[in-house]
């Protein structure tokens, strides 16, 4: 399983352990680096090259804003960067050669793709991505920031789904003019994989409580085997301490804009996930500060956490950058790259603190690049 470690300093996060040089006692001779040590530099000066998709709407100027900062940082990255466009309906080859790319690279960075609304139009570019690589677990994590006002404080939150199934099966047809059905895909064995994604992550990152979101008492089969596989998972880590609870979620919509606070790790089909990260978003300032992933056996991909196409700010120089660079963030964590993730976070929570330079999502007036700017000026 791909390591699973959060990309913002947020509660229990997993940070390399510090590295001391060997002593001796009885001699006066220098100290030497650790092997340790020396693999960690090793691996700090290797340059890992990561397939780029800055995707529609705002993706190409959130993406040249992390090649901006990684480039002043010095982060040992290459870019393989791959203009997919789901505009574009005869992008076959070169949805071919982007996924060809990933599957070389096993890590990408990727801004949203658009998705047609007509039923004329393709299937999700992002969708058949992800169940092509199988990278089935989805990771939004929602807190606050200091330097952006919040209706409420305490938010910490990761909200975990299942990307591989259940209403984006994509499984529909049209069974009689003006009649359709829309296959629903629940599988136990996808379910208990995505629960113990969700145990696993609480385990490594010092959470608490998993709340399983479903709607089984309307569907009974479908949201019921969910939620039965994740009581089932949850006996395998009673030992750890993490305790498991489960909200329907209508109610888990309305208790998240009124006590957001009691959730920790909420794991839930694809759906649910797509529409509760959006709330949460709102919660702490919007889509523009909500870093994601999504993970599995052999590949993982970062992006925004809540899969915005950002259309009607396309070029025009406002969007906000942060959501996109903290997820690059999470990425350089992935690699093992803490000293780099560290320096750039860092840098993205004082610029966003200090309050000098603020794009307008969070009530400020500067533009993409210049809040960019302050980010190097930062670091």
């Not at 070169?94 to 990408?108: A, I, P, Y």
Request: glycine share 10%; proline share 4%.
């Amino acid at each position: 399983m791909l390591k699973l470690v959060h990309g913002t300093p947020l509660r229990g996060n997993i940070v390399a352990k510090a590295l001391t040089t060997r002593t001796f006692a009885t001699t006066n001779v220098a100290l030497q680096p650790s092997l340790a040590q020396q693999a960690r530099e090793k691996r700090d000066k290797t340059v890992n090259t990561v397939t780029l998709i800055p995707g529609d709407g705002v993706g190409k100027e959130l993406s040249e804003a992390v090649k901006a900062v990684f480039a002043a940082s010095k982060a040992p990255i290459e870019w393989e960067q791959f203009d997919l466009s789901g505009h574009v309906t005869s992008g076959d080859t070169l949805m071919k050669d982007t996924l060809e790319s990933l599957r070389r690279n096993k890590v990408g960075l990727k801004g949203t793709l658009y998705t047609p609304v007509s039923k004329l139009g393709h299937a999700s570019f992002n969708v058949s991505m992800r169940k092509d690589l199988d990278i089935y677990g989805s990771i939004s994590l929602v807190r606050n920031i200091p330097g952006v006002p919040s209706r409420f404080q305490g938010i910490d939150l990761a909200i975990i789904r299942e990307n591989t199934e259940g209403e984006y099966s994509g499984l529909e047809h049209q069974s009689f003019p003006g009649v359709v059905e829309s296959l629903k895909i629940v599988t136990r064995a996808k379910t208990e994989r995505i629960a113990r994604f969700a145990f696993d992550f609480a385990l490594r990152n010092n959470r608490k409580k998993v709340t399983c979101i479903h709607k089984a008492n309307i569907m009974k089969l479908g949201d019921g085997l969910f939620l039965e596989t994740c009581r089932d998972i949850a006996k395998e880590y009673e030992g750890s301490g993490i305790t498991l609870n489960d909200m329907i979620v209508d109610n888990a919509s309305m208790q998240l804009v009124s006590r957001p606070q009691q959730f920790d790790v909420m794991v839930m089909p694809n759906l649910y996930g797509s529409i509760l990260s959006n709330v949460g978003a709102g919660l702490v300032g919007g889509p523009g500060l909500i870093p994601g992933a999504n993970m599995g056996r052999e590949f993982a991909v970062f992006e925004p956490g809540c899969r915005h196409v950002g259309a009607d700010i396309s070029g025009s120089n406002v969007a906000n950058p942060t959501a996109m660079i903290l997820s690059s963030v999470m990425m350089l964590r992935h690699l093992g790259l803490e000293e780099h993730a560290n320096r750039i976070s860092n840098a993205v929570y004082r610029t966003i603190e200090s309050g000098k330079v603020k794009t307008r999502d969070v009530g400020g007036s500067n533009s993409t690049s210049e809040f960019t700017d302050a980010i190097i000026s930062a670091l």
